[in-house]
């Protein structure tokens, strides 16, 4: 199985200010035949399901306000908040789809 | 608009079936572009996949859960439907239904969710 590790486990950031998570995959998960990275990034509000932002690494889903991004190639993998709203306060979790069971990161925890 | 609801019993008895049906809208599951996904939450806890079927009805499932899952299709009522046998306490989670794209894309629709329990 590939394991996804994400870091931190939560963060504390201002209104405003910039929230930065990590994502790192035990293998590779570039699919070399279209050179995409089969990982997407979701928030999850509490009691709510997760909402794709990000896929193929760094491709914003429709909707998805700008201020999230996504980076990263091969095994390391990075969303950006560039400016923290308080309806961001939610569990962000990565899942790579490159491999069956596809596997998510264990969650990191953002506040304000 | 793509829509998925999952549907099913609130509470299951250890060691019997677990069973939940997915219901789409707005889009078909004979589509071949997709896969029709299972995820759950324990309480408290983060997102496991479970498995997915595709519209030829091949199926990829979780090894951890050790050959109690099984998911099927409905076609005529567009839905497509969990089975998770030998229940434990250990399988109490929110069940979520979702869509994924055979490009590489990361589900993109998802159901509300739907909280199981098991307790006797």
């Known amino acids: 199985d590939i394991v996804m590790t994400q870091s931190p486990v939560s963060l504390a950031v201002s209104l405003g200010e910039r929230a930065t998570i990590n994502c790192k995959s035990s293998q590779s998960v570039l699919y070399s035949s279209n050179n995409k990275n089969y990982l997407g990034w979701y928030r999850q509000r509490p009691g709510q399901p997760p909402q794709l932002l990000i896929y193929?690494?760094?491709t914003r889903e429709s909707g998805v306000p700008d201020r999230f991004s996504g980076s990263g190639s091969g095994t390391d993998f990075t969303l950006t908040i560039s400016s923290l709203q308080a309806e961001d306060v939610a569990v962000y979790y990565c899942q790579q789809v490159y491999n069956t069971p596809w596997t998510f990161g264990q969650g990191t925890k953002v506040e304000i | 608009q793509v829509q998925l609801q999952e549907s099913g019993p609130g509470l299951v008895t250890p060691s019997e079936t677990l069973s939940l049906t997915c219901t789409v809208s707005g889009a078909s599951i004979t589509g071949q572009v997709y896969f029709w996904s299972w995820t759950r939450q324990r309480p408290g806890k983060g997102l496991e996949w479970l498995g997915h079927?595709?519209?030829?009805?091949?199926?990829a499932y979780n090894p951890s859960l050790r050959g109690r899952l099984s998911m099927s299709l409905n076609t005529s009522k567009n839905q497509f439907s969990l089975k998770l046998t030998a229940v434990t306490a250990a399988d109490t989670a929110v069940y979520f239904c979702?869509?994924?794209?055979?490009?590489?894309?990361?589900?993109?629709?998802w159901g509300p969710g739907i909280l199981v329990s098991v307790s006797s």
């Open positions: 193929w690494a760094s």
């Open positions: 979702a869509r994924a794209d055979y490009s590489g894309k990361a589900p993109d629709y």
């Open positions: 079927i595709y519209y030829s009805g091949t199926t």
